[in-house]
C-alpha cells in the first residue's frame, strides 16, 4: 500500500509513489530505474547546524581530494532540500552514489566522508612478491601469457593477463627490447681498459693537451629502413632494387662532437685509412691526436701503424668485441634515423645524397648539434653477467 508524505518543496500531501508534486511540479525522487528501496534511501533527511554547513561550503570547493569534494558538495545541496535527480545533475555523478554519500556522513558525519579507501585493494600476488620477484630476475618472461604461466607454477593462483601486466608494473617492470653484445666481449677487460687507457686521455683532451677522436668505419646499403611509426593500420614501405653500398669512414670529436669523413662506393682498405689519417694530421696539426678505433686487420697492420707514427697520431685499439665504447656508433645510429628509416630513394644517388648532407648538418646545423652532443656523451655501458639474458 501507498503511504502519504509531504512534498518537500511546498508540504502538499503527496503519494509516496509521486515523481512530482502536483501542486508545485517539483521533482521528488524522480530517479532512474529504481526500486522502491532505493526510492526511499533518497528521501533521507538531513539536520545540519550552522558550523557544519559552512563547513562544507568552505571545503566542498577547496578540500584537497576531488572524491570528497564531491561527497561534501553533496551533503550541502541535500542540506538545502534539493532532490536526489538534481544534485546528481548537477554534480555530474550517478544518483545512486548521492543516497551512497548521504549515508556515509550518517555513519560518521564530516570526518566519515573524508575516509578515501580507494586503491588500498591488496593484489593476491603480494604475499608471493619476493619469490616472483626473484624468479623473473634470473629468467624474465618474453610474454605476459608465459607471466601467466609461471606464476600459476610458483604460486597456484591463475590472475588473467591484465591483472598479471599491472602487477608486473607495481614492482617495476617494464617491457624493455633485448639490447646484443659481442659473445666474446669481456666486461672486465672493458672496465679495466675505460679506466687504465680512455679516461686519462679524455682528461688530457678536456684540458686541451691533445685531440680525442673516435674513428670507425660504417657501410651503407641501398634498402628499405623499417622503424616504428603511430599509424591507424600497419603500412609498407617501398623496398629499392639493387644492393649498392655507400661506406662511410668518420671521425668524431671526443669534445667538439665534430664530424670528419670520407666517403666511396667501393670499400674499406689500409690504403682509405691511410688518406683519412692524412686529412685528420692536416687539420688537427698544432695538436697531439690520439684516436679510439676496433680491431679491423686494415687498421692494425704494420702499414698503417708506422704512418700514424710519422703522423705524430696515437692508435687506442679497443678491446676487442666491444663496439660499446667507440661513439661513433651511436652516430651511425642518428644518421639511420635521420636520413633512412621510413624513408624510399628509387635512385642511389639521392640515397648517397641523404646521408652526406645528414653528416654536414652535424657541423653546421645547430638541431642536430645540440641533439649529438646529447646522444655523444663521455659514458660508456659496460656489461656485467647479472644483465645478461639466460637461454
Known sequence: MSALIACPNCGHSISDNAYTCPKCNNDIVAIENISK?????????????????????????????????KRMHTIYLKAKNYSHTHIADILDIHINSVTNFIKIYQQGGITQLKQVNYGTNKSQLDDFKTSIEDDFRKKPPMSTNEAVQRIENLTGIKLSPTRVRAFMKRIGMKRHKLGHIPAKADPEKQSQWLQDTLEPHIEAARNGKCQLLFMDAAHFVLKSYLCYVWSFVRLFIKAPAGRKRLNVLGAVNAITKEVDFLSNTSYINAEVIADFLR????????YPIVI????????????????????????????????????????????????????????????????????????????????????????????????????
Open 279 to 286: 686529412q685528420l694530421a692536416l687539420k688537427y696539426w698544432n
Open 37 to 69: 528501496s532505493t526510492k526511499g534511501a533518497a528521501m533521507l533527511t538531513l539536520n545540519l547546524n550552522e558550523s557544519e554547513q559552512h563547513t562544507l561550503n568552505v571545503e566542498r570547493f577547496n578540500y584537497p581530494c576531488p572524491i570528497v569534494q
Open 292 to 391: 679510439v678505433l676496433d680491431n679491423a686487420r686494415y687498421q692494425h697492420c704494420i702499414f698503417i701503424k708506422d704512418l700514424s707514427n710519422k703522423l705524430g697520431i696515437t692508435l687506442l685499439f679497443l678491446p676487442s668485441y666491444s663496439p660499446n665504447l667507440n661513439i661513433i656508433e651511436r652516430l651511425w645510429k642518428f644518421i639511420k634515423k635521420k636520413a633512412l628509416y621510413a624513408q624510399y630513394y628509387e635512385k642511389f644517388e639521392a640515397f648517397q645524397e641523404a646521408i652526406i648532407e645528414t653528416l654536414h648538418k652535424i657541423n653546421k646545423d645547430q638541431k642536430y648539434k645540440k641533439e649529438v652532443q646529447l646522444l655523444l656523451t663521455l659514458k660508456f655501458q659496460t656489461f656485467s653477467n647479472s644483465q645478461i639474458y639466460e637461454v
